[in-house]
Nanobody
Framework: QVQLVESGGGLVQAGGSLRLSCAASGTDFRRTTMAWYRQAPGKQRELVAS???????NYADSVKGRFTISRDNAKNTVYLQMNSLKPEDTAVYYC????????????WGQGTQVTVSS
């Protein structure tokens, strides 16, 4: 069974930083594309950042230059370093893993709340 467990969310003031972690189990992590999504109230879930097994990254325009996705294959963990946080970054952040065969985002964590106050 694939399991993704997020941690690191919380309350932070605008301009501050947080680092989210996602521990993965039950998957060939080294060959799995990982991503962070977020969903704010009343909005659809959106892709924040993704990272392939080969190191290619993709970021939403709204977070470019502020957020960094990375992975530690030895720990089966993906991170999202969030700097210069803005109130509009407030959302539930989800870790997702791509299915090796179908290419779909088949596995999701429970989500962790990030709240940025002004």
């Amino acid at each position: 069974q694939v399991q993704l467990v997020e941690s690191g969310g919380g309350l932070v003031q605008a301009g501050g930083s947080l680092r989210l972690s996602c521990a993965a189990s039950g998957t060939d992590f080294r060959r799995t594309t990982m991503a962070w999504y977020r969903q704010a109230p009343g909005k659809q879930r959106e892709l924040v950042a993704s990272l392939t097994s080969g190191g290619a990254t993709n970021y939403a325009d709204s977070v470019k230059g502020r957020f960094t996705i990375s992975r530690d294959n030895a720990k089966n963990t993906v991170y999202l370093q969030m700097n210069s946080l803005k109130p509009e970054d407030t959302a539930v952040y989800y870790c997702a893993a791509n299915h090796l065969i179908s290419g779909q985002w088949a596995y999701w964590g429970q989500g962790t709340q990030v709240t940025v106050s002004s």
